[in-house]
């Protein structure tokens, strides 16, 4: 992701298909690295091996989004993109109200992956 940290209290844009919203972060966004792995023991069962793959940077993000205008449903899957970094949505909530919504999100982004 970028070196500059996603601090409680700054503005994030949100883009998702065609539109672009400004997000007031309500909690500091945290970004963790993932991965999955495997491990090969030995015949006496000890590990010899631990083999990583698919790894990643998983976000987590909380925040306000002002105006009349706000997304009411993503696609669990489909990608977002938060100050122009893409991620694959994993999980969402918004909650609205008459002239915001509050938003939080997941999204994960493979090492390996490209979205567009």
Do not use: F
Not at 63 to 77: A, C, D, M, Q, Y
Not at 83 to 96: A, Q
């Amino acid at each position: 992701m970028s070196d500059a940290p996603l601090q409680k209290g700054t503005t994030v844009l949100l883009g998702y298909e065609s539109y672009t919203y400004p997000v007031i972060l309500t909690d500091d966004c945290t970004v963790t690295p993932i991965a999955n792995t495997s491990t090969i023991n030995d015949e006496h069962n000890a590990t010899t091996t631990v083999i990583q793959y698919d790894p990643g940077e998983k976000i987590d993000m909380s925040g306000v989004i002002k105006g009349t205008v706000v997304p009411t449903i993503l696609l669990i899957g489909g990608t977002v993109s938060i100050n122009s970094i893409v991620w694959r949505l994993e999980k969402y909530d918004i909650k609205l109200a008459r002239t915001e919504a509050i938003l939080s999100l997941t999204g994960i982004k493979e090492a390996s992956m490209t979205y567009e």
